[in-house]
């Protein structure tokens, strides 16, 4: 079976620039989110999609980052314009809606703003 | 997660077991209580979970205090390999809608 596939792994970027990170769940997940984790620190819900809807998105900080889900597959996460407060690995993960007891986290999507 | 805690670092060494503390006291009587693990350069991967027994598989045991306001992941031998953060999660809401919250993690090293 294969894995919550992201991209791009590393990413460089300078601040005000913008940034999109795509993430491909594990097929047949309804469930999707994403979540930020700054170094050092444990991983923080941006965003939770059930299929093509958004489940909770109060922690994502609307005035730059947006995300979509549009058929309910893969996702976008876009940062626009970056601030330096911004750098952080964005990590996607997927569970199957019925069973919940195993969430799956892709590599992660290192982002650093200079 | 401010209201699940966990230890900053802890050590062992190779071939012991290792207990991996976590305080989760405002957690509710439907959540889960679910850890993960997480090397380096790599997203968080599952170890065990539990809600109210005791739970063991190949990786683990999970320990559940009877008032369910901590838990204890337990590593019954050490290796090199099992050097990684530790994240006690509390996992609540329904079928849909589950929410992780992750604690404060635990970055736990293996002495050869």
């Known amino acids: 079976e294969a894995g919550v596939a992201q991209s791009p792994r590393y990413k460089i970027i300078e601040k005000r620039q913008s940034v999109a990170f795509w993430c491909n769940p594990i097929?047949?997940?309804?469930?999707l989110y994403w979540y930020q984790q700054i170094l050092g620190q444990g991983p923080k819900l941006l965003i939770q999609f059930q299929n093509n809807g958004v489940v909770d998105d109060s922690q994502l900080p609307k005035d730059r980052f947006s995300a979509e889900r549009l058929k309910g597959v893969d996702s976008t996460l876009k940062i626009q314009p970056a601030k330096l407060e911004d750098s952080a690995v964005y990590l996607c993960?997927?569970?199957?809606?019925?069973?919940?007891?195993?969430?799956?986290f892709g590599e992660g999507s290192w982002l650093t703003v200079v | 997660d401010a209201k699940t805690t966990q230890p900053n670092s802890m050590e062992s060494n190779e071939e012991e077991p290792v207990h991996l503390p976590c305080n989760h006291s405002?957690?509710?009587?439907?959540?889960?209580i679910h850890w993960y693990r997480q090397l380096p350069s790599q997203g968080p991967e599952y170890v065990i979970h539990g809600l109210t027994s005791n739970v063991n598989n190949r990786m683990a045991s999970l320990a559940i205090a009877e008032d369910r306001k901590s838990s204890t992941l337990i590593l019954h031998r050490a290796t090199l390999r099992d050097a990684a953060v530790y994240y006690c999660?509390?996992?609540?809401?329904?079928?849909?809608?589950?929410?992780?919250?992750f604690g404060t993690g635990t970055r736990l090293k293996v002495l050869a």
């Open positions: 405002t957690i509710s009587g439907t959540d889960y």
């Open positions: 999660i509390r996992r609540g809401g329904t079928s849909g809608t589950y929410k992780y919250i």
């Open positions: 993960a997927s569970i199957a809606a019925v069973s919940g007891n195993t969430i799956y």
């Open positions: 097929s047949g997940h309804a469930t």
